[in-house]
């Protein structure tokens, strides 16, 4: 069976295994005005589990951004859902 969407908590365990790993992601997420952001090939750098964020780096330039995880609508070219 071919797979539809992600569940958010699928898409955390990945990600914590994408930090372990240190291999690149390929995310879209919103921001706080509703704006679309690609992060296609950045690396995870640190995640809170409590404060349900994860901090992504882009391995072009070292830019840090910090990613609310209920921002996440899109993980892998499929879409996430809580």
């Known amino acids: 069976m071919r797979r539809t969407a992600y569940h958010l908590t ?12 240190r291999s690149t992601i390929n995310l879209k997420a919103w921001t706080s ?4 952001v690609d992060y296609t090939g950045w ?5 809170s589990w409590r404060g349900g964020f994860h ?20 993980f892998l070219g499929l879409p996430v859902y809580l």
Do not use: C, F, M, W
């Open 55 to 74: 901090r992504l780096v882009n391995p072009a330039n070292a830019e840090v951004r910090t990613v609310p995880d209920i921002y996440i609508h899109q």
């Open 43 to 47: 690396l995870v750098r640190g995640s």
């Open 10 to 21: 699928e898409v955390l365990r990945l990600l914590a295994k994408a930090e372990r790993d």
């Open 33 to 36: 005005d509703g704006k679309t």
